[in-house]
């Protein structure tokens, strides 16, 4: 490679990070979360680390004790770069400034998920992290996609809660992953996502 080559190409990638750095969204979380409700929260989180120009998608529902604010989107940068809000640490956060302990954190088929109140269960956060080819003239390799549901809890957790937290994840996860591109896509059944979801009331 010529001299010249070489500056053209360090040129470029200046370029793309500028670019990068102008299309992420901004931070729109305060220092300390108690005061925010679960939907102020994850659309904080969202733009944080979506473009600027891409929206995220928002799903909510709700019974007689639950309520879900699921968020999706396509994240800019890499969770190594430190500009990239992990969801997990940021439901973490989240519990510990409302003065609430984790009371238990689990893994299964890539999804983390994280049970947080006192004596009962407050909140359940659910993540997953898809990841696509990118577009190869980028530099990028892969694309990757936020997937987080958190589910309020405003009685005792029943088994039918659990398995309407279930469901209302498992389809909000069928409907924002691309089935056709993702890569190492584990599915996930509402009996095993229960079962691990009872291990917080157990």
């Given amino acids: 490679m010529s001299g010249i080559q070489g500056v053209f190409l360090n040129m470029g990638k200046i370029i793309l990070i500028l670019t990068s750095l102008f299309i992420v969204g901004c931070a729109s979380l305060p220092a300390n979360y108690s005061q925010l409700t679960s939907e102020q929260f994850l659309k904080g989180v969202a733009n944080n680390n979506k473009p600027k120009i891409m929206p995220a998608k928002y799903i909510k529902d709700s019974s007689e004790n639950l309520s879900m604010i699921a968020a999706n989107y396509n994240v800019v940068g890499s969770y190594t770069s430190g500009l990239v809000l ?8 989240l519990c510990r400034d409302k003065g609430l302990s984790i ?5 299964i088929n890539e999804r983390k998920v994280l049970a947080c109140g006192t004596n009962s269960i407050s909140f359940i956060a659910i993540h997953y992290i898809s990841r696509e ?15 987080i549901a958190l589910f309020d809890i405003t009685s005792s957790v029943t088994k039918s809660d659990l398995e309407w937290i279930s469901k209302k994840y498992i389809s909000f996860e069928n409907g924002t992953v691309d089935l056709e591109r993702v ?14 979801l009872s291990y917080f009331i157990s």
Avoid at 86 to 93: F, H, I, S
Avoid at 183 to 196: P, R, S, V
């Fill in 86 to 93: 992990d969801g997990m640490d940021e439901a973490t956060k």
């Fill in 103 to 107: 009371l238990g954190s689990q893994e």
């Fill in 133 to 147: 080819n990118a577009g190869y003239d980028t530099g990028h390799t892969y694309a990757y996609f936020d997937h």
């Fill in 183 to 196: 890569h190492n896509f584990h599915e996930i059944k509402e009996a095993e996502l229960t079962q691990l």
